[in-house]
Every structure is written in C-alpha cells, then in structure tokens.
C-alpha cells in the first residue's frame, strides 16, 4: 500500500507570494491533517480535514488555509508568505486513530 | 507535552550501547503516548506506543516508560544501530471532539550513533 505523498517536495518562494501545497493520503483514509515543523517551535498542528470539512484548526492566522477534495486529496494555501513560514510542511493521513506522515515539502521563504 | 524549546537535545551514544531518550508531559490527565522517529528527510514514523494503564512496553528493541508518578516517560533503544540515528519525538494524541484527532509533540530528541 502506497504511503502518504506530498508534492512539492522543495519550495523557494519570496516574501508576499503565495505558496500550495499538496497532499495525497494513504489509499482508504478519509482524514488528513498538517503540520508545520520549525527549528524554533518543533512539530505544530495547523489543521484536519475529513471529508472535505475542516474539523479542527490550530492556532495558526487566516494566511493559512486548506481545502479537501471528494477523493481526499487535500491542500493547503499560505498566502502573503513571510519570512518565519519557512518550515517543513508535514501531511498525515488518519485512520482508526493511527497518523502516518509524509515526507514533508520542505518551503523557503526569501 | 513538553514545552518548545529553541535547542534540540542531542544523546550521543556508541554503536551496541543502549539509548534512552526522555519526554516530561504536564498533564496528570494525560492518558496515551506514542514515540516517533524522524529520519533526515523524513516524516515521523510511528515506533511504539503506552497507555496510562501500563508503567512498561516493549518492542522489538525498545521499550517505553511511564512513570505518571513524576509524568515522565522514557523511550528505551536496546543495541543501538546507526539506522537508529534520527530525531525522537514522543507525542500525545489530542481529540477535541467530533472524531477529530491531533497530535501535540515535544520538541524531540537528535541520538546520534557513533560507529
């Protein structure tokens, strides 16, 4: 069974652009969640989807989106990119309480 | 979970000796814990888990502490291998309801093997 896939995996972006990411969840999970990991403040949750509904959120601002499509394919949107949103993206997919990550998109901010 | 810090705490250890890698969690309700492993250029991966019922768990070459005495619990690595080289984070699940599921993670711990 394939694992969770996050494309792009690498991203330079500059200040005040905006920047989508993309996940693909492991076959047959209906739940997908985000993370930001920085060296500063570690692994954070951002976000959950599950059928195509946001279900929870962390304490991120509103630069920060995501949507869900009917097939669970999820993204997430930053826009007006500043400089300390450089981070290391993290998508999990959940099923039966049990999370598996991606490998991460690894995003520059210049 | 632990509270974030601006340094990741590194252990060092050689090649066969065994690893422990400690978490400290502040809520006494707190009641599962998992520990991850997070190789360079990777996503966490899932290496065990304990439940509030449980003080010890064992896996294939590691272990889990609890102690809810002291809320602690410590990740055991028996015969350290360098493919156990990574970033060790222990994580305690979040559901805020609704069937959501979350995880707040402490800020880790780098072990790095010397051959």
């Known amino acids: 069974k394939a694992g969770v896939t996050q494309t792009p995996r690498y991203l330079i972006k500059t200040r005040g652009q905006q920047v989508t990411l993309s996940c693909s969840p492991i076959s047959g999970h209906r739940s997908v969640s985000w993370y930001q990991q920085t060296p500063g403040q570690g692994l954070q949750f951002l976000f959950e989807?599950?059928?195509?509904?946001?279900?929870n959120k962390g304490n991120f601002p509103g630069r920060f989106s995501g949507r869900q499509f009917s097939n669970s394919r999820s993204e997430m949107n930053v826009s007006t990119l500043e400089l300390g949103d450089s981070a290391l993206y993290l998508c999990a997919s959940t099923k039966d309480y049990e999370q598996y990550f991606g490998p991460g998109t690894r995003l520059t901010v210049t | 979970g632990e509270s974030v810090g601006l340094h990741l705490p590194t252990l060092s250890v050689q090649e066969g000796d065994n690893s422990i890698i400690n978490c400290a969690y502040s809520?006494?309700?707190?009641?599962?814990f998992i520990w991850y492993k997070q190789e360079s250029g990777k996503g966490p991966q899932f290496i065990i888990d304990?439940?509030?019922?449980?003080d010890k768990r064992q896996g294939q070459r590691v272990t889990v502490l609890l102690n809810k005495t002291v809320k602690h619990l410590s990740l055991q690595i028996a015969a350290t291998q360098p493919g156990d080289s990574a970033v060790y984070f222990c994580a305690e699940p979040f559901t805020p309801g609704a069937g959501s599921y979350q995880l707040t993670f402490g800020k880790g711990t780098k072990l790095s093997v010397i051959p």
């Open positions: 989807y599950f059928s195509e509904t946001q279900r």
């Open positions: 809520n006494s309700a707190s009641d599962y």
């Open positions: 304990i439940r509030s019922n449980m």
